[in-house]
C-alpha cells in the first residue's frame, strides 16, 4: 500500500471552508470514548473524555451543534444496562456542557456490520461529520466509514496528531529506531513486526511475546505463555532480521515462578513446569541501554505481568528509559499506557497514543479504514 499524506485527509479548517458558516450546524463528532470502568461502574480515567475537548470546543466556539457518538466495552449488538453511555455523559456535562451524547453505538448491530440502515440513522439530520476516534479508526465500522459517505467530513484534533505522529515514525525515522514490543497476545503483533522490520533499526521483544521466540530458537520455555501456531513465523522473522541486517533483542533472563510456585530468576532456558512473568534484571538493563542509545523508539506491549507487583519491574525499567532517552519516544496500547501511568511516567514521553490496536494497524499498513473513508477512498473489500 502507498504510504497516504495526511495532507490529504480534510482537518477541521477544510470542513468549515467546505460547509461555511457552522453556526446552527449538527456535527456529529464520532469519539473514542470508550474509557475503563470501575468494579463499581465509574470512571476510572476520563484521559479519552478530556482528549475529545479540543475538537468539540473548536466546534461550539463556531456555534456548532455537537452530537458525540462512542461505543463503550463490547456489548453484544443489544443494549446491555453495564454498558450504558450514562456515567460518560454526566463527565461530558461537567467538561463539555451542552454537548450531546448518543447511545453506546455497539448497542444495535448494525455498527459493527457497517449495515447502512443503521448509517442512514446516525447522519439523519447531521449536517457534517468529524472522526475523532483514533482508537476505532483500524475498524470499517458503521459509524467510522459510513457518515463520510453522505456528509462533508474531516478529521478531528486528536486524530490528527495520532496520525502525524504515527505516520511520522514510518515516513521520517530518525536512527536508531528502536520498537520494543511485548504483552500478551503474539498473534496481534506478529505483523507488526514484520511491517517495522522494514523501517526499524532493531526490535526489543519481551512480555509473553519472548517465549513464543525463545520456542522458534528451539529453547526451552517450561509452562510460560506461548502460542504454538506462531511458532514457525516467529523463526521465519528472525531469519528474516538476519538476512535485513536488522538485530531482534531477546530477553536472556526470566523471572517467574519455579514449578512449586516459588518466585525465581532464570536464564534464557526454562525449566519443567516454570512460568516466565517478567524479563530479569540483566535484560531490564540490556533493553535500557537500547532504548538510551536511540533517536526513536515506539513501545508497544508490557515487559511482563506488571499488574503483580513481583513482575513490574521490567516494565518499570523500561518505562524509565522511556522517559530517560533523548529519543522521540511514542507509546500505544492500553496496557502499556496504563503500566506508564501506574509508575507515573505518562508525563515524560512525547506521545501516548489513545489507541492499542489502531497504532500497531496505522504502523503496520500506512493507513486506516476510519483515514480512508475521511478520504473517500474506503471500499469495503479493503476492511
Ligand atoms: P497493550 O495493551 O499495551 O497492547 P497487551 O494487551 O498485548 O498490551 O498485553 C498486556 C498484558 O500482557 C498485561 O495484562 C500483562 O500482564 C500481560 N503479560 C505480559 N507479559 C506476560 C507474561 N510473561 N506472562 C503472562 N502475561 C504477560
Ligand atoms: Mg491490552
Given at each position: 500500500m502507498t504510504a497516504p499524506s495526511r495532507s490529504t485527509i480534510p482537518t477541521l479548517e477544510d470542513l468549515e471552508a467546505q460547509v461555511g458558516d457552522l453556526a446552527g450546524k449538527r456535527v456529529l463528532v464520532r469519539t473514542d470514548f470508550n474509557v475503563p470502568l470501575d468494579e463499581s461502574g465509574a470512571i476510572a480515567d476520563d484521559f479519552r473524555i478530556r482528549a475529545a475537548l479540543p475538537t468539540?470546543?473548536?466546534?461550539?466556539?463556531?456555534?456548532a451543534t455537537v452530537v458525540t457518538a462512542s461505543h463503550l466495552?463490547?456489548?453484544?449488538?443489544?443494549p446491555d444496562p453495564k454498558y450504558s453511555m450514562d456515567p460518560v455523559r454526566q463527565r461530558l456535562?461537567?467538561?463539555?456542557?451542552?454537548?450531546?451524547?448518543?447511545?453506546?453505538?455497539?448497542?444495535?448491530?448494525?455498527e459493527t456490520a457497517d449495515d447502512p440502515a443503521f448509517v442512514a440513522r446516525l447522519v439523519d439530520g447531521i449536517d457534517a461529520y468529524v472522526n475523532d476516534a483514533f482508537g476505532a479508526s483500524h475498524r470499517a465500522h458503521a459509524s467510522i466509514v459510513g457518515p463520510p459517505r453522505f456528509v462533508p467530513s474531516a478529521m478531528g484534533r486528536l486524530l490528527q496528531k495520532e496520525v502525524d505522529v504515527l505516520l511520522g515514525l514510518r515516513d521520517k525515522p530518525r536512527r536508531p529506531f528502536v520498537a520494543v514490543l511485548g504483552g500478551a497476545k503474539i498473534s496481534d503483533k506478529l505483523g507488526v513486526v514484520e511491517a517495522l522490520l522494514g523501517v526499524v533499526d532493531s526490535i526489543v521483544i519481551g512480555g509473553a511475546m519472548c517465549f513464543t521466540f525463545f520456542a522458534a530458537q528451539g529453547k526451552p520455555i517450561g509452562d510460560s505463555l506461548f502460542e504454538p501456531?506462531?511458532?514457525?513465523?516467529c523463526g521465519?522473522?528472525?531469519?528474516?532480521?538476519r538476512e535485513q541486517g536488522k538485530v531482534i533483542h531477546l530477553p536472556d533472563d526470566i523471572t517467574g515462578v519455579d514449578a512449586s510456585g516459588t518466585y525465581a530468576t532464570f536464564g534464557d532456558r526454562l525449566p519443567d513446569g516454570a512460568k516466565g512473568f517478567d524479563i530479569g534484571p540483566g535484560s531490564a538493563a540490556a533493553f535500557?541501554?537500547?532504548?538510551?542509545?536511540?533517536?526513536?523508539?515506539?513501545?508497544?506491549?508490557?515487559?511482563?505481568?506488571?499488574?503483580?507487583?513481583?513482575f513490574a519491574s521490567g516494565t518499570h525499567t523500561v518505562a524509565q528509559a522511556m522517559a530517560d532517552t533523548k529519543a522521540f519516544t511514542v507509546v500505544g496500547g492500553g496496557d502499556s499506557a496504563a503500566a506508564l501511568a501506574q509508575f507515573r511516567l505518562d508525563d515524560e514521553v512525547d506521545h501516548v497514543s489513545t489507541g492499542g490496536g489502531a497504532s500497531l494497524e496505522l504502523l503496520e499498513n500506512g493507513d486506516l479504514p476510519g483515514l480512508q473513508a475521511l478520504?473517500?477512498?474506503?471500499?469495503?473489500?479493503?476492511?
Open positions: 468539540i470546543n473548536w466546534l461550539t466556539e463556531r456555534g466495552g463490547r456489548p453484544k449488538g443489544a456535562g461537567e467538561l463539555a456542557p451542552g454537548v450531546e451524547l448518543l447511545e453506546n453505538l455497539r448497542f444495535d448491530p448494525g501456531d506462531m511458532v514457525d513465523t521465519r522473522l528472525l531469519a528474516q532480521a535500557s541501554d537500547v532504548i538510551m542509545d536511540a533517536r526513536m523508539v515506539f513501545w508497544n506491549g508490557p515487559m511482563g505481568m506488571f499488574e503483580d507487583d513481583r478520504r473517500g477512498d474506503f471500499r469495503d473489500e479493503d476492511a
